[in-house]
């Protein structure tokens, strides 16, 4: 499973990004997916999640801002940040969790918010 994560960027606080993570390769094993971000100096955390049966999670302080969503036709998870702060800051991770537990990552996003 191979994982391309897209849509970081600059944005101001309050306003809106959008970051999608596309996976391909044997994707039929994926039970589910979810954004973890790292900002620097910091332990990378979980933001939110999807399984396959479409149920979310998400970090507590996260909710109500973000959404994560899953099209699985096309393989692919978005996370909607909506309200961004400048703690937001971070690079921004998707994983998708395979069968017989094997975790894949993708490379990382950058957000990066300014106040």
């Known amino acids: 499973v191979q994982l391309q994560a897209s849509g970081g960027g600059l944005a101001q606080a309050g306003r809106s990004l959008r970051l999608s993570c596309a996976a391909s390769?044997?994707?039929?094993?994926?039970?589910?997916m979810g954004w973890y971000r790292q900002a620097p100096g910091k332990q990378r955390e979980f933001v939110a999640g999807?399984?396959?049966?479409?149920?979310?999670s998400y970090r507590e302080s996260l909710k109500g801002r973000f959404t994560i969503s899953r099209d699985k036709a096309k393989n692919t998870v978005y996370l909607e940040m909506n309200s961004l702060k400048p703690e937001d800051t971070a690079v921004y991770y998707c994983?998708?969790?395979?069968?017989?537990?094997?975790?894949?990552w993708g490379k990382g996003t950058q957000v990066t918010v300014s106040s």
């Open positions: 994983k998708a969790e395979a069968a017989w537990y094997v975790d894949y």
């Open positions: 999807v399984a396959e049966d479409g149920s979310t």
């Open positions: 390769g044997d994707t039929f094993t994926i039970n589910r």
